[in-house]
């Protein structure tokens, strides 16, 4: 059985939350009476997840997007009475690491993806805020973007949406998880071949055909699932308590 408090204070430090600009506020959003014994992990902090959670009878919840954003939770209303009062009924407590998440060097979703796909000589980008988020690098042998959009959808396990507006043979790729389409210029700069990120746009379509570079979309929910996944097997090695990563297969 693990302390809340010990986790929480573990969970910050590792992923320096006070560092990164963001909506989300990051870090212990809601608190249960201090015990953890399962953490359950998620993408999102929605209704369906926690009902899937409390089945598996976790006591802490570890998500990507939170319910606390700028002043989301100014009137406890609606559906934050509804979400709120699930958790504090079930005695459950709900972290929530967004941009940190998309960032960290080796437990982010952005530096895993990176991982998976067997790239090297990985450098930042993406400027967040004044804080560079993504990754890109090389591939070890160039292929065809054909080839290559499904490799992404064999790591992702999702039916990627491509725009080939680039070079047909990829070399160089890279990667910001989940809404990313406002790296995409960046990326043409940086003579990237092929962009990742998780979710289409109108704007983004524009700016790939303009700038002439690949992009594909694997979905925002895929793209951003293996960070919460990582957290959780930290904290299952560090405190000895029990991790899962429910898996709500969102298409988007």
């Known amino acids: 059985m693990g302390d809340l408090k010990k986790i929480v204070e573990f969970l910050d430090g590792e992923m320096h939350i006070d560092e990164y600009p963001d909506a989300s506020h990051n870090g212990l959003q809601v608190e249960n009476s201090g015990q953890v014994k399962k953490v359950c992990c998620g993408v ?23 319910i606390s954003w700028g002043d989301s939770l100014k009137q406890i209303t609606g559906l934050n009475y509804r979400r709120l009062s699930f958790l504090l009924k079930n005695d459950i407590a ?118 002439g570079i690949n992009v594909i979309f694997g979905s925002h929910y895929a793209t951003e699932s293996f960070g919460v996944k990582a957290l959780g097997a930290a904290v299952e090695k560090k405190y000895r308590v029990r991790s899962e990563f429910i898996d709500l297969k969102l298409p988007f």
């Open 44 to 66: 999102d902090a929605s209704l369906e997840f926690f009902a899937r959670a409390q089945k598996q009878g976790a006591d802490l919840l570890i998500c990507h997007h939170g």
């Open 94 to 211: 709900l972290y929530a690491c967004h941009i940190p998440l998309d960032a960290h060097s080796q437990l982010g979703n952005n530096a895993l993806l990176f991982k998976a796909l067997g790239l090297s000589r990985r450098k930042m980008f993406g400027n967040y805020r004044g804080k560079p988020i993504g990754y890109y690098g090389s591939l070890q042998r160039s292929q065809k973007i054909s080839l290559f959009r499904k490799r992404v959808e064999k790591i992702l396990g999702t039916q990627a949406y491509s725009l080939e507006f680039g070079r047909d043979i990829v070399r160089t790729v890279g990667i910001v998880s989940g809404d990313g389409s406002d790296w995409i210029e960046e990326a043409a700069r940086l003579d990237i071949d092929t962009f990742i990120t998780g979710e289409t746009s109108l704007a983004g379509y524009n700016t790939a055909k303009d700038c």
